[in-house]
């Protein structure tokens, strides 16, 4: 239902812009996460997105380099995107969008009601 895009391959200091489409359902109510999971390592939390696009949440580690958005011309609230600027290698992880009740939860582990298909990003340094 939930299907990332937009990754690929980038040089340090790039830029992407990702994308989350869904399909069958309308999340207009739901906030919007995206998490990465960089090789070998454990899915970790990235930004997030409340239901009306008021309240937004970074990890430290991408605060002032990604920014998460949903379109507001979108009454479905179905599509969520992820701008990442000034890539690093460390970036370099497989990202995924998701579906819940609570922006501010899903900074902790909060629960996740739908898990999107993720899109691979590797920066080359």
């Known amino acids: 239902q939930l299907q990332a895009s937009g990754g690929g391959l980038v040089q340090t200091g790039g830029s992407l812009i990702l994308s989350c489409s869904a399909s069958?359902?309308?999340?207009?109510?739901?906030?919007m996460g995206w998490f990465r999971q960089p090789p070998g390592k454990e899915r970790e939390f990235v930004a997030s997105?409340?239901?009306?696009?008021?309240?937004?949440?970074?990890?430290d580690s991408v605060k002032g380099r990604f920014t998460i958005s949903r379109d507001p011309s979108d009454s479905t609230k179905n599509a969520v995107y992820l701008r990442v600027n000034s890539l690093k290698p460390e970036d370099t992880a497989v990202y995924y969008c998701?579906?819940?009740?609570?922006?501010?939860?899903?900074?902790?582990?909060?629960?996740?009601?739908?898990w999107g298909k993720g899109t691979q990003v590797t920066v080359s340094s």
């Open positions: 997105i409340s239901w009306n696009g008021g309240d937004t949440y970074y990890a």
């Open positions: 069958e359902r309308t999340f207009s109510t739901y906030a």
């Open positions: 998701a579906a819940g009740r609570s922006a501010a939860a899903m900074t902790m582990g909060g629960r996740i009601d739908y």
